[in-house]
T-cell receptor
Framework: EPEVTQTPSHQVTQMGQEVILRCVPISNHLYFYWYRQILGQKVEFLVSFYNNEISEKSEIFDDQFSVERPDGSNFTLKIRSTKLEDSAMYFC??????????FGSGTRLTVV | AQSVTQLGSHVSVSEGALVLLRCNYSSSVPPYLFWYVQYPNQGLQLLLKYTSAATLVKGINGFEAEFKKSETSFHLTKPSAHMSDAAEYFCAVSEIQGAQKLVFGQGTRLTINP
């Protein structure tokens, strides 16, 4: 069964550093998403990406965040200058239509 | 905008007892609804989904959910709890328009007592 792959599984970074979280969505899917889950809290929407551009972003997704689909297969989330409060599990997801969303196993980001 | 409310942040049942996790949604049009399970330190695994076919949906691990339009509910049930069911459960609704993102409920932590 097709999977969404995320790397790395765990990343530790110092406050102020840039991080890039990587995702490989399912190849025939059209919509791509990043979600965030702070420890013990619910899953929050960050951004959606369709047709090579951001289709929607949440209030969380400020100027420190950016997404890119550089080569038609990878889908990346960049945080330019990490803060302690960016520590969370980040999930990538993709869907062909709204009937089936596949999530990756997540990247746990720890900012120290 | 769609929203999801999960009643009860913590539910505790005995092994072998009925599991009932409640989810209510708000949507102006028939939604697509999902239940996801998250085991400790793991990702989100799809349990089941409702996509406007049968109102009683069967999922993995013996779980099922019933879509009730009149009650705007999509409660998750399992007749007999197993210790391995201990996890966090999230109900979600997909948006009809725009980015078609998933909107999640707050989650319910299920504890199974031996």
């Amino acid at each position: 069964e097709p999977e969404v792959t995320q790397t790395p599984s765990h990343q530790v970074t110092q406050m102020g550093q840039e991080v890039i979280l990587r995702c490989v969505p399912i190849s025939n899917h059209l919509y791509f998403y990043w979600y965030r889950q702070i420890l013990g809290q619910k899953v929050e929407f960050l951004v959606s990406f369709y047709n090579n551009e951001i289709s929607e972003k949440s209030e969380i997704f400020d100027d420190q965040f950016s997404v890119e689909r550089p080569d038609g297969s990878n889908f990346t989330l960049k945080i330019r200058s990490t803060k302690l409060e960016d520590s969370a599990m980040y999930f990538c997801a993709s869907t062909e239509d709204r009937a089936g969303y596949t999530f990756g196993s997540g990247t746990r980001l720890t900012v120290v | 905008a769609q929203s999801v409310t999960q009643l009860g942040s913590h539910v505790s049942v005995s092994e072998g007892a009925l599991v009932l996790l409640r989810c209510n949604y708000s949507s102006s049009v028939p939604p697509y609804l999902f239940w996801y399970v998250q085991y400790p330190n793991q990702g989100l695994q799809l349990l089941l989904k409702y996509t406007s076919a049968a109102t009683l949906v069967k999922g993995i691990n013996g779980f099922e959910a019933e879509f009730k339009k009149s009650e705007t509910s999509f409660h998750l049930t399992k007749p007999s709890a197993h210790m391995s069911d201990a996890a966090e459960y999230f109900c979600a609704v997909s948006e009809i328009q725009g980015a078609q993102k998933l909107v999640f409920g707050q989650g319910t932590r299920l504890t199974i007592n031996p």
